[in-house]
């Protein structure tokens, strides 16, 4: 498949991918300090999270592109600003996994790699990072894979082996599956930062491929301010350059014309995280690893002690950017809800049935929910099974379903914070304006949890007499009940 947005790994200075470190406000900050390419941080679940449950969607009061998990967590941000220079990385053991993830991405990111390379076990233990090292056969499945199935390039990073030799002839291996570059940290899987650099293994590496080759591990011996940069790749023969631990202490190390002074980098790093709604406890990591050994001054201290991003702006002196940098997007947002209403009034189906509910599982007994009760009326007058359409508002990310039955749709002016929730208020509206009990504790006796209670006793009877216990049918109540679910579209 043709590469339709070329990516250069010649010449170039890299911000590695780091965890809990290489999220939107360093990358951003790196690129303007001058890197030319930044790596996100090492997701190490992205295949289990963004395959099946993780959808994407502009923010617009931030103007960025989100991936939410299902409990709303923010698992990749990004925006237009890196959209051509940033490499999404993740850890991934299955090449078809990888690939959905790759497909999800890869219209808002300039990459996709995969990390060969991480010896923690939190990603060995799956199979992932370092583990892959020693499974030439999976390495060549996944690389393989993703350079066929997307348009952008595929680059991998991995540790050296025990041998130059072994290392040379995997990373010849790799280089036939087709992918523009690869990452090399000098350093096996067992060694650590304090262990010195195999400059000699990176530059043989690089002597015998032809695809760029990018050197990384140098920060402990080598770079400590720009020109280092230089030296360390002359000494590997690289094509490029992979700083870590040194932009994460001060990522004005990209800069041609000097380092900053570390006060200036952590009030620029500040205004991103508080431009890009960072989350305060990421940011408070990030800028205890530039302060290193002066955590323990009054201003450590005051910002190990922050509990919210205006408290952290406040041990910087920045209370008054934060204040307003909060004005704008409260206005912004007041002004794209007022936006939002026009448009849903304008757009509002007279069509639909409607009513101000929720759905409050308090109120039912445990297992019992009005999706349910509705999907046994639809059987009993022999309908066709409910069928919900959920949408995900942008600007708060609450969630409206439209339930459709017997023709006619039902819904909830009310928007819920989960998918689940808009489904079962839809639900709610269904029932209530059908007449039909919706299985409430307050409507006495539930006819459904008697129905349960029986096949629980008919199932311990065929027990206890040897006989095949069939599954309940209540689980395949509850199959059948998500066969009608819709997914959640992009926005």
Not at 34 to 49: N, S, W
Not at 151 to 167: A, G, N, Y
Not at 232 to 244: D, G, L, N, R
Not at 332 to 342: C, F, M, Y
Request: charged share 30%; net charge negative.
């Amino acid at each position: 498949m043709t590469v339709n947005t070329p990516l250069c790994f010649t010449g170039k200075s890299i911000l590695a991918p780091m965890v809990r470190v290489g999220t939107l406000p360093m990358r951003l900050l790196a690129l303007d300090y001058g890197a030319d390419i930044v790596y996100c941080e090492f997701l190490v679940l992205a295949h289990r999270i963004f395959c099946f449950v993780c959808f994407s969607f502009h923010v617009d009061v931030l103007d960025t592109v989100d991936f939410i998990a299902p409990n709303e967590r923010v698992v990749f941000r990004t925006c237009e600003r890196e959209r051509h220079c940033v490499i999404f990385q993740m850890g991934s053991a299955d090449a078809e996994r990888a690939l959905a993830v790759a497909k999800l991405v890869e219209s808002d990111v300039a990459g996709i790699d995969i990390n060969m390379g991480c010896p923690k076990e939190y990603s060995t233990k799956g199979g992932m990072g370092a583990a892959l090292l020693s499974d030439p056969d999976k390495i060549e499945s996944i690389l393989t894979t993703l350079v066929k199935g997307i348009c952008k390039p595929v680059t991998c990073k991995i540790r050296i082996l025990p041998s130059v030799e072994d290392t040379v002839n995997l990373v010849k291996r790799i280089e036939k599956t087709g992918i523009a570059a690869i990452a090399v940290h000098g350093r096996n899987k067992e060694e650590r930062p304090q262990h010195p650099v195999h400059c000699d293994v990176i530059k043989a590496i690089s002597e015998a491929v032809s695809i760029p080759v990018i050197a990384n591990g140098g920060s402990h011996d080598f770079i400590k301010e720009y020109t280092d940069i230089e030296t360390f790749q002359k000494a590997t023969a690289a094509s490029s350059v992979m700083i870590a631990r040194a932009a994460m202490w001060n990522p004005s190390i990209f800069r041609k014309e000097g380092l900053f002074p570390l006060k200036k980098v952590m009030q620029d790093y500040i205004k991103y995280a508080v431009r890009y709604d960072n989350h305060y406890t990421n940011t408070k990591y990030c800028l205890c690893q530039m302060l290193r050994e002066q955590l323990e001054t009054t201003q450590g201290k005051k910002l190990h002690a922050a509990q919210s991003t205006q408290e952290i702006c406040e041990v910087f002196e920045m209370a008054d950017f934060y204040e307003e940098t909060t004005t704008i997007f409260t206005a912004k947002k007041t002004s794209l809800e007022t936006k939002i209403q026009d448009d849903d009034d304008e757009m509002d189906d007279p069509d639909v049935i409607k009513m101000a509910v929720r759905f409050d599982k308090r109120e039912y007994p445990p297992q019992i929910t009005p999706k349910m009760y509705l999907l046994e009326w639809c059987r009993k007058e022999k309908h066709p099974q409910p069928v919900y359409e959920t949408v995900q508002r942008p600007l708060d990310r609450l969630f409206c379903s439209v339930v459709t039955v017997a023709e006619q749709k039902y819904k909830s002016t009310l928007w819920d914070k989960s998918k689940k929730l808009a489904e079962q208020a839809a639900a709610i509206v269904c029932l209530r304006t059908l007449g039909v009990p919706e299985g409430k504790l307050c409507e006495g006796e539930n006819h459904l949890m008697n129905k349960r209670r029986r096949e629980d006793r008919e199932r311990l009877n065929n027990r206890d007499h040897g006989e095949d216990v069939a599954e309940p049918s209540h689980k395949k109540a509850n199959f059948t009940e998500g066969a009608a679910d819709v997914n959640v579209p992009e926005v």
